[in-house]
């Protein structure tokens, strides 16, 4: 048996407060909006109870913010893609925002298990003025517990159409791209932050942005295999290879802490499942 599940999260700004209200069709769910630092921002935590996608398991995932609202989604958990055996599995997200809205995206990261055929696809489209900021992370295998990835595939698939587009085949059996120096280097954990517009950013802004982003990555055991780069001029971005997705994780949080502060003058307010 498969699962195809569907969740729309729809945030509006009424009366001076975020709010969401979502659709569901099969296991997925969005527990109950949170506002741990007043009512401009909506937090919420995306849940899959079945906890994981096996071959034909698909979960699609759209994401609305109205003009002015400001929504915060992460989830309590890695999304897991199983073993398969022949049919691969989908994670599409897809990511829209109205003028003047803002969203973060920081879900934990989706862990490829040995024999997995999986698919994770995030497209965005933000109109002028819109921001958002999110992260990708992908583990491959469970180094710790002695569970490697010597053997499936995992595509994925970043877009913001006309703007950004990163394609990506990790494939357990490339040596060369799994191994090599040119490649993964035998890091098994993969991890990009973005911040991106639906306006260009003047100069100044993207230069604060890098700036900012590499004086949190400064000093950190991870320096020589993290980068910050703007590809363009509504994309600003921060890469990771990590031997294990903690370390990664916490790059990602302390450059997330820094932009908050200096690109929307916000303070630092984690999820509280953060904290569990």
């Not at 499936?152 to 799994?178: C, I, T």
């Amino acid at each position: 048996m498969t699962w195809h599940a569907r969740l729309q999260l729809d945030y509006t700004f009424e009366a001076q407060r975020s709010v969401a209200r979502h659709l569901h069709n099969g296991p997925l769910r969005i527990l109950q909006s949170l506002y741990p630092e007043g009512n401009a921002v909506c937090h919420n935590v995306l849940v899959h109870p079945p906890g994981g996608l096996v071959g034909g398991d698909r979960l699609d995932i759209e994401v609305k913010v109205a003009p002015f609202a400001h929504g915060l989604v992460t989830t309590p958990g890695a999304t897991r893609f199983y073993r398969s055996a022949g049919a691969a599995a989908l994670q599409n997200t897809q990511i829209k925002l109205a003028a003047d809205a803002r969203l973060e995206w920081l879900p934990a990261e989706a862990i490829c298990y040995n024999q997995c055929l999986a698919e994770n696809r995030l497209q965005f489209e933000l109109a002028p003025g819109a921001e958002m900021m999110g992260w990708d992370i992908t583990a491959l295998g469970l180094p710790q517990a002695q569970q490697p990835f010597v053997q499936g595939q995992l595509r994925q698939h970043l877009e913001m159409p006309g703007v950004w587009l990163e394609r990506a085949k990790l494939d357990a059996a490339d040596s060369l791209l799994m191994d090599r120096p040119l490649g993964l280097n035998g890091n098994r954990c993969v991890a990009t932050l973005f911040f991106l517009t639906g306006s260009p950013l003047e100069r100044k802004r993207r230069e604060r942005a890098l700036d900012a982003a590499r004086a949190a990555i400064a000093g950190h055991a991870l320096l020589p295999t993290v980068g910050a780069t703007s590809p363009c001029a509504q994309v600003v971005l921060v890469r990771v290879l990590a031997p294990l997705v903690e370390p990664a994780v916490e790059v990602l949080r302390r450059v997330w802490t820094a932009w908050r502060s200096e690109l929307w003058a916000l303070s630092a307010t984690p999820p509280r499942i953060w904290a569990m």
